[in-house]
């Protein structure tokens, strides 16, 4: 899936003949995409550790009952 969009999007730039993008340009859009891909790649795996490690689980109160 993410080869497809990459050779989709590689497609579309190489059709967009009037657009030029400097080697900064390239520089910021090869660091936004790994940053990116390195942001959700992090947080899919807090999620992960967290549901094995039991954080998702139901919280039980453990406050003093205050209905005395």
Request: aromatic content about 4%; charged content about 20%; hydrophobic content about 55%.
């Amino acid at each position: 899936m993410l080869l497809l969009a990459l050779v989709g999007a590689a497609r579309l730039l190489a059709d967009l003949d009037a657009v030029s993008i400097g080697i900064h340009g390239w520089i910021a859009l090869t660091l936004g995409a790994v940053f990116s891909l390195a942001v959700g790649g992090g947080l899919m795996a807090l999620v992960f550790i967290s549901s094995r490690r039991g954080h998702d689980e139901v919280v039980h109160d453990v406050r003093p009952d205050d209905r005395a």
